[in-house]
């Protein structure tokens, strides 16, 4: 899936109840809860920690995608016959379930487990495959139509398969995330998608999923997770439109677009990798003008100065914005210009809007050079790094350069984000 910029959605919170999150594997304990629906479950009739055996439920999923290292799945979906709101409970298997457990869509099933709620979301704990029976086969209940998602309390169709109609997708994040006009989440649980910003969907149809890791729950804490492809009908894919850097980083323009004009500041990069990256930017440069243009369609050389005119969709790599030519996009050289590079000489507390654009930074001095024959990067006192991904340099805790000029890279590994300048030459760290 194309990735595309973080998924930054301004909503209102939304009142549920929740725990520390800890999740209560134990599912020898003692307890009744026999004869008990998932709406009893759902209404506190068996509470966090009690165990309790579900009859005559049907599975409404296929097992949950497999953990990519240990190929177990963690669970899978089960709900009342009569379906409706809190009709649904999720069977989660502490990432235990193999080969060995076959259940189906429509499976009868007896499960034997403990309520466990985890950051929110109420599950059904159970040991291994042993705790769950088939018992017999019977028809799922339609999907519960629910319109566009306009003013619906998702509390109560948590773990239940829904459709939603008339959905676009206003963003995607890094994960490929997707977030609807509905305020939900569209998410991967089952399978991958592929859909694009400003895309929309005639009707989505899966399985509500709640997750809520920060404590401050938001509509996109619940996501409608497609169990087949086929759930996602009538997919209307987005044209590009024209637009600028700015206003894709400043302005959250995303999707297929068209940028024309723009300026190579730094040689073009990846030979190592048979792809081609470029940093680039607005004519006139300054904050918000630069990005990074990406195609994996092998590597070709270009000149700091080249112009261009590119068609690719808005994507962002650890919270690097980029322009992702893919197979339907296009990175055209049309000429030459001189990039201007911007003069920072006030005080920067956010180095975020200054993000890929060519940057020039005076009196600066080397504050630790540890990192420099590992790394390649020394910390300057400006609060940004000295890379060398253009050209190797020598620096030593003190050095000084009256000013140091490149494209201002970025990166968030391990969530420790970095903002890194690049020179071009030693030529761009001025004595």
Same mark, same amino acid.
């Given at each position: 899936? +194309?990735?595309?910029?973080?998924?930054?959605?301004?909503?209102?919170? &939304?009142?549920?109840?929740? /725990?520390?999150? /800890?999740?209560?594997?134990?599912?020898?304990?003692?307890? !009744?809860?026999?004869?008990?629906? =998932?709406q009893d479950i759902r209404a506190g009739a068996v509470g966090d920690g009690e165990t309790v055996s579900l009859t005559g439920v049907l599975v409404s999923s296929p097992l949950t995608r497999a953990d990519a290292d240990s190929g177990k799945s963690d669970g899978f979906f089960v709900q009342?016959?009569? !379906?409706?709101?809190?009709?649904?409970?999720?069977?989660?298997?502490?990432?235990?379930?193999?080969?060995?457990? /076959? +259940?189906?869509?429509?499976?009868? &099933?007896? &499960?034997?487990?403990? =309520?466990?709620?985890?950051?929110g979301w109420l599950e059904l704990a159970v040991g291994d495959a042993s705790a769950i029976q088939v018992t017999g086969s019977g028809t799922l209940p339609e999907p519960t139509n629910l319109g566009d998602g306009a003013g619906v309390d998702w509390d109560k169709w948590e773990s239940v398969p829904v459709t939603l109609t008339n959905q676009t997708l206003v963003d995607v994040n890094d994960f490929g995330t997707g977030l609807l006009s509905s305020g939900l989440s569209l998410d991967d649980g089952f399978v991958f998608n592929e859909y694009d910003c400003r895309g929309s969907y005639a009707s989505t149809t899966g399985i509500i999923f709640f997750h809520d890791y920060d404590g401050s729950v938001t509509t996109d804490d619940w996501s409608i997770n497609d169990r087949t492809t086929d759930e996602l009908a009538g997919y209307t894919a987005p044209e590009a439109i024209d637009t600028t850097i700015r206003e894709i980083r400043q302005d959250g323009v995303c999707g297929p677009v068209r940028v024309t004009g723009v300026i190579a500041t730094a040689p073009s990069y990846g030979e190592d990798k048979d792809r081609t990256y470029v940093f680039i930017q607005d004519a006139g440069g300054g904050e918000y003008s630069g990005i990074v243009a990406f195609s994996p369609a092998g590597y070709t050389a270009y000149d700091v100065g080249t112009t261009f005119t590119i068609e690719g969709s808005v994507s962002s790599y650890y919270g690097l914005a980029e322009l992702y030519v893919g197979d339907t996009g296009s990175l055209t050289a049309t000429g030459d210009a001189e990039p201007t590079a911007s003069v920072i000489t006030d005080p920067v507390t956010d180095w975020m809007p200054?993000?890929?654009?060519? &940057? /020039? =930074?005076?009196?600066?001095?080397?504050a630790d050079a540890s990192t420099l024959t590992t790394y390649g990067t020394v910390l300057t006192d400006k609060g940004v790094y000295v890379d060398n991904l253009f050209t190797l340099y020598d620096a030593e805790d003190g050095t000084h350069w009256s000013s140091i000029t490149g494209p201002l890279n970025y990166t968030s590994y391990d969530n420790v984000p970095q903002f890194l300048v690049e020179p071009r030459t030693t030529d761009d760290l001025k004595e």
């Open positions: 899936m +194309v990735a595309l910029l973080l998924l930054n959605a301004c909503l209102d919170p &939304v009142q549920k109840d929740s /725990t520390d999150g /800890t999740d209560s594997g134990d599912t020898s304990g003692g307890g !009744g809860g026999g004869g008990v629906t =998932i009342d016959p009569a !379906g409706g709101e809190n009709s649904g409970l999720y069977v989660w298997s502490q990432g235990q379930f193999g080969t060995e457990l /076959t +259940v189906q869509e429509g499976d009868e &099933v007896t &499960v034997n487990g403990q =309520i466990s709620d985890f950051y200054w993000q890929s654009a060519l &940057v /020039t =930074i005076p009196d600066v001095t080397v």
